[in-house]
């Protein structure tokens, strides 16, 4: 079982930026896909951004792209999201996720089987 710890969310207006970071526990992080998913109020849960284990490929929604950057670093054992450009429409609980069986990328929740508890992004307008 793999340990992920969110941290950096808070409240920001429109326009600011944040950084989220996920740390995660275990010796073998280097070898994990990872992504950040969020979910707002009487939503559904939403992908956001993935990266590979390597970080050299990243894959991101279309409603955060060229606003959002999904980085990691394995000696640190954490994964990171740049929020810039924030929108009240990115309002939601972000969590991170994590894959011990797939290195690659992937936009689908059922592939990650360690989740963290999540931090709240708040973007007033």
């Known amino acids: 079982q793999v340990q992920l710890a969110e941290s950096g969310g808070g409240l920001v207006q429109a326009g600011g930026s944040l950084r989220l970071s996920c740390t995660a526990s275990?010796?073998?992080?280097?070898?994990?896909?990872m992504a950040w998913f969020r979910q707002a109020p009487g939503k559904e849960r939403e992908f956001v951004a993935t990266?590979?284990?390597?970080?050299?490929?990243?894959y991101y929604a279309d409603s955060v792209k060229g606003r959002f950057t999904i980085s990691r670093d394995n000696a640190k054992n954490t994964v990171y999201l740049q929020m810039n450009s924030l929108k009240p429409e990115d309002t939601a609980v972000y969590s991170c996720a994590a894959s011990t069986e797939r290195s690659g990328t992937s936009s689908w929740g059922d592939h990650y089987d360690n989740w963290g508890q999540g931090t709240q992004v708040t973007v007033s307008s």
């Open positions: 990266i590979n284990w390597s970080g050299g490929t990243t």
């Open positions: 275990g010796r073998t992080f280097y070898s994990y896909g």
